[in-house]
């Protein structure tokens, strides 16, 4: 059987496309009985609305794009959860990418992302997406074409609105807690050296043991790299000297640290005391369960989404933009205790 069309509804009244529309979407700006009849006769005939051609129609798709950087990292997800929840609640669907920490995959995205597809655009940048391209080619969407937020990983450079975390206190607040149990050495994992958060929360750690009257020590800096053996990086570590503390900056890392301080003897948290960053589910079931920075990442989804929805349905609304900065909490569970 032909699928039908809206023109095909419209020649039948004697209506233009225009109207058709108006009353299958049940626009008050169409007669009741005009618009009952349109409707009996679209639902007889099985009519489908093609999204496509409804968006060209009404210059506007009630789409929004969202590119996270890694879908393993239970921060992006927790975002994610809270972006569609808000644009489900304002009728808007998403399209998610991931760029998989990759600017050729990122630019690939933005390129699809930018024809028409979407109203507008919720995006975390790849971890050195500073030196490529892509900045400038976001910034030439942002200022004149789609509405653009930026969170957690953003840039200087473009002119949108962002929703941001408190990096560098978080940083130095939780070393401060480390300091406060009675740990001297703490060292630092990283998996996000190259990073603005990364380099943020690793000089809040600086300030507080400065402010504390430790020394920095370079060597307790320990930034790890995809291809790099964790194992090997983290037995020179543990020799390097005597440690009581380690921090690490994601969650995934916070876990195979842990699992590897246990595997050489240590005692968690009798010997070393671990925090991680990011409150998911994998830090609540191991043993012991983690102490964890919490970003919450469902709040910051959903602040974003609402960020987004606001400057695509007030596009002349005039307002500067905003950067939103949330603060962290800090989740005590058993991988960490105070030093008798």
Not at 160 to 176: A, H, P, Q
Not at 258 to 270: D, L, M, N, T, W
Not at 324 to 337: D, N, P
Request: proline fraction near 3%; charge should be neutral.
């Amino acid at each position: 059987m032909k699928k039908i069309t809206l023109k095909d509804i419209g020649k039948h009244f004697g209506v233009s496309i225009s109207t058709v529309s108006k009353a299958v979407r049940d626009s008050h700006e169409i007669s009741t009985e005009l618009k009952l009849k349109i409707q009996k006769y679209a639902k007889e005939n099985n009519y489908k609305p093609n999204k496509v051609a409804l968006s060209l129609l009404n210059k506007s798709t009630k789409t929004i794009g969202v590119v996270i950087p890694n879908i393993l990292n239970y921060f992006f997800i927790q975002v994610l959860y809270g972006i569609e929840k808000i644009a489900n609640e304002k009728g808007y669907n998403i399209i998610s990418c991931i760029s998989d920490e990759s600017n050729e995959k990122e630019g690939k995205t933005l390129e699809v992302l930018d024809a028409g597809t979407v109203d507008g655009l919720i995006m975390s940048l790849t971890n050195d997406s500073d030196l490529n391209k892509n900045i400038g080619y976001l910034q030439e969407i942002a200022s004149s074409q789609i509405p653009v937020v930026l969170f957690d990983r953003v840039s200087d450079a473009i002119n949108c609105d962002k929703v941001i975390v408190d990096d560098y206190e978080s940083g130095f607040k939780t070393t401060e807690y480390f300091i406060n149990i009675g740990c001297k050495n703490i060292a630092v994992i990283t998996p996000i050296g190259n990073s603005n958060i990364g380099k943020l929360r690793v000089d809040g750690y600086k300030k507080a043991l400065h402010k504390n009257g430790i020394s920095f020590d370079e060597g307790m800096v320990l930034n790890i790299e995809p291809k790099h053996d964790l194992d090997l990086e983290m037995s020179f570590l543990l020799n390097y000297k005597k440690i009581d503390a380690l921090l690490c900056l994601d969650e995934i890392t916070a876990v195979k640290v842990q699992s590897i301080v246990k595997e050489r003897g240590y005692s968690v948290p009798g010997d070393i005391s671990i925090i991680g960053f990011t409150n998911g589910q994998l830090s609540k079931y191991v043993t012991p369960a983690m102490t964890m920075v919490s970003q919450h990442g469902k709040y910051i989804g959903e602040i974003a989404s609402k960020m987004l929805i606001k400057r695509i349905e007030e596009p002349d609304g005039g307002e500067p933009f905003e950067t939103k900065v949330i603060k962290t909490s800090l989740i005590v569970r058993e991988s960490t205790k105070k030093i008798n």
